[in-house]
């Protein structure tokens, strides 16, 4: 893990943290906390995913590899240990700006200095699904601040043995796979459609058309594999998780064939 230290790496060890944000994740979302997180926020987040991906956790290592949660472990330490300090944080905040400012200058010639956006202040609240200088989403003022992506595979309630219970129950009452069963999945853990969509970058058309059997509507065979994989780790789908995916193929291949539609 980089160090963030006060010596004559300094600067570029944070401005490379910064720009790594802009292709991956920043540190705040590694956190899973917005940017106006207080300190308390920080660690209170901090506390709570460390306990998640710590070794021992046998529902976690389920889902994940030992090696993927390790390297969780070391960006959820490095953001930590940057975020937490202040003089840091600001130093970080300074650079992710100057940053993503940049990114946009070069799609832009026009846009604004980066130094005339202040970072004490919260932007402007102007349109709804406008990008703020974080690059992050603006909800209207009477909507609630929108979460930033969540770095977890899986929804936080997944490893809860009461909900591992209920997953197990459903899976064992469906004999088929079809999307009646995806639904249940996902709202027995109160996880919302956005939520979903968010977290794993399946489209919400999709998600929408998987867990309603609208066929017509989705891709390829191929791709449909791929979402319902990942759509169920993230759902924390355990076990039989190839066997429920081949028979919602099979349901899928299925409406294919009744409506004369060639299998691709």
């Known amino acids: 893990m980089g160090g963030f230290e006060k010596d004559s790496g300094y600067g570029n060890d944070i401005k490379a943290a910064a720009l790594?944000?802009?292709?991956?994740?920043?540190?705040?979302?590694?956190?899973e906390i917005s940017h106006d997180a207080s300190r308390i926020q920080i660690r209170e987040a901090y506390i709570r995913?460390?306990?998640?991906?710590?070794?021992g956790n046998q529902a976690l290592y389920s889902l994940i590899s030992e090696e993927d949660a390790q390297e969780s472990l070391d960006s959820l330490e490095e953001a930590y240990r940057v975020l937490y300090d202040d003089r840091l944080r600001k130093d970080y905040d300074q650079a992710l700006l100057e940053a993503k400012s940049k990114r946009r200058g070069a799609l832009d010639p026009f846009a604004n200095d980066p130094k005339s956006v202040s970072l004490t202040e919260e932007p402007a609240a102007a349109i709804e699904g406008e990008e703020d200088v974080w690059g992050e989403r603006k909800q209207a003022a009477n909507k609630p601040r929108k979460e930033t992506a969540n770095t977890m595979r899986f929804a936080g309630s997944a490893l809860s043995e009461n909900i591992q219970e209920e997953i197990s129950r459903i899976i064992t009452q469906s004999e088929e796979c079809e999307g009646s069963v995806l639904k249940a999945l996902?709202?027995?853990?109160?996880?919302?459609?956005?939520e979903l969509q968010e977290r794993t970058k399946v489209s919400l058309q999709y998600i929408i058309a998987l867990e309603n059997n609208d066929f017509h509507t989705l891709p390829?065979?191929?791709?449909?594999?791929?979402f319902l994989k990942i759509l169920f780790q993230y759902l924390g789908v355990r076990t039989n998780t190839e066997q429920m995916i081949d028979k919602y193929l099979e349901y899928l291949k299925h409406w294919q064939k009744s409506k004369g539609i060639e299998q691709s």
């Open 220 to 226: 390829s065979i191929v791709y449909v594999k791929g």
């Open 186 to 194: 996902r709202e027995v853990q109160g996880v919302s459609l956005d």
């Open 20 to 31: 790594g944000s802009l292709s991956g994740q920043s540190f705040y979302e590694v956190l």
């Open 49 to 55: 995913l460390k306990n998640t991906y710590s070794q």
